[in-house]
């Protein structure tokens, strides 16, 4: 998913515009829009830009940029003959951040290849700004393939996990 995003404030609290656009991702919207004050934002889901203009400056044209797209090609190539199949489902990072399979160095990981799992049960977690994100299973299913990793950075929308859905 890209977003477009148009602000026109430079008072912008980027941890608020972060959880506007995970609240936008995980939801059926496809366009958001917000204004307090003088700062605007728009978020959606079937625009390939971003679009950023300042307050007070609306004499030159917003600086148009296209969003960056960032994937393993390692894990890109190893999932797309799979995903051809109608009862595998991959589960994405919803952010940028660090994969751990378990919740301590310690502990057990949270499943293995072969477990068996329903929506909401908890498969990893991705630490962003050391924050914990627990990441969950929206599919109930078997887990096929761990496509990441533990302890290494992944992108945001980056396949982690192939499941083979019942």
Same mark, same amino acid.
């Given at each position: 998913?890209? @977003?477009?995003?148009? $602000?026109? #404030?430079? %008072?912008?609290?980027?941890?608020?515009?972060?959880?506007?656009?995970?609240? =936008?991702? +995980?939801?059926?919207?496809?366009?958001?829009?917000?204004?307090?004050?003088?700062?605007?934002?728009?978020?959606?889901?079937?625009? @390939?830009?971003?679009? $950023?203009? #300042?307050? %007070?400056?609306?004499?030159?044209?917003?600086?148009?940029?296209?969003?960056? =797209?960032? +994937?393993?090609?390692?894990?890109?190539?190893?999932?797309?003959?799979?995903?051809?199949?109608?009862?595998?489902?991959?589960?994405?990072?919803?952010?940028?951040?660090?994969?751990?399979?378990?919740?301590?160095?310690?502990?057990?990981?949270?499943?293995?290849?072969?477990?068996?799992?329903?929506?909401?049960?908890?498969?990893?977690?991705?630490?962003?700004?050391?924050?914990?994100?627990?990441?969950?299973?929206?599919?109930?299913?078997?887990?096929?393939?761990?496509?990441?990793?533990?302890?290494?950075?992944?992108?945001?929308?980056?396949?982690?996990?192939?499941?083979?859905?019942?």
């Amino acid at each position: 998913m890209s @977003n477009e995003l148009k $602000i026109k #404030s430079n %008072g912008m609290d980027i941890n608020l515009l972060k959880k506007l656009i995970k609240l =936008v991702e +995980q939801s059926e919207i496809t366009d958001f829009e917000v204004a307090e004050g003088d700062l605007k934002v728009k978020i959606s889901k079937n625009l @390939n830009q971003v679009q $950023i203009q #300042s307050a %007070g400056d609306y004499s030159r044209q917003p600086v148009v940029m296209q969003a960056p =797209v960032f +994937q393993d090609t390692e894990s890109k190539t190893a999932a797309a003959p799979a995903v051809t199949s109608s009862k595998l489902h991959e589960v994405k990072s919803p952010i940028v951040g660090t994969f751990y399979r378990a919740p301590a160095p310690d502990a057990d990981p949270y499943i293995q290849v072969g477990d068996v799992v329903s929506a909401g049960s908890v498969l990893c977690i991705v630490e962003a700004m050391k924050l914990m994100n627990e990441i969950e299973c929206d599919v109930s299913g078997k887990i096929v393939k761990i496509l990441v990793e533990n302890a290494t950075p992944v992108e945001y929308n980056q396949p982690l996990f192939l499941i083979e859905t019942v």
